[in-house]
Nanobody
Framework: QVQLVESGGGLVQAGGSLRLSCAAS????????MGWFRQVPGKEREFVAA????????YYADSVKGRFTISRDNTQNTVYLQMNSLIPEDTAVYYC???????????????????WGQGTQVTVSS
């Protein structure tokens, strides 16, 4: 059974940084692309970033491009999201997810991600 556990969320002032981690167990972590999503109460869950199985390609939502960096360590079965220059609009619950395929060619819609973590809260104060 695949399990994804996020950590690293918290409260930070605007302009600050946080690094989220997502530890995976079960399945074959290194053979699948991974992604991060976020959700604000009352709104749809939205795509944030994704990375291919090897880490050679990354993809970002326009709203976080240049501020967030996704990376992975296949030896540790962990994917990271480094978030810099945080703004209050980044406040959300952040979820990591495992893609159904090794690459992102089939897209970043939620339906392409088969497994999800429980989420970690990120709050950015102004």
């Amino acid at each position: 059974q695949v399990q994804l556990v996020e950590s690293g969320g918290g409260l930070v002032q605007a302009g600050g940084s946080l690094r989220l981690s997502c530890a995976a167990s079960g399945g074959t972590f290194s053979s699948k692309a991974m992604g991060w999503f976020r959700q604000v109460p009352g709104k749809e869950r939205e795509f944030v970033a994704a990375i291919t199985w090897s880490g050679s390609s990354t993809y970002y939502a326009d709203s976080v491009k240049g501020r967030f960096t996704i990376s992975r360590d296949n030896t540790q079965n962990t994917v990271y999201l480094q978030m810099n220059s945080l703004i209050p609009e980044d406040t959300a619950v952040y979820y990591c997810a495992r893609h159904r395929t090794p690459t992102i060619q089939s897209g970043t819609s939620q339906s392409m991600f088969a497994y999800w973590g429980q989420g970690t809260q990120v709050t950015v104060s102004s």
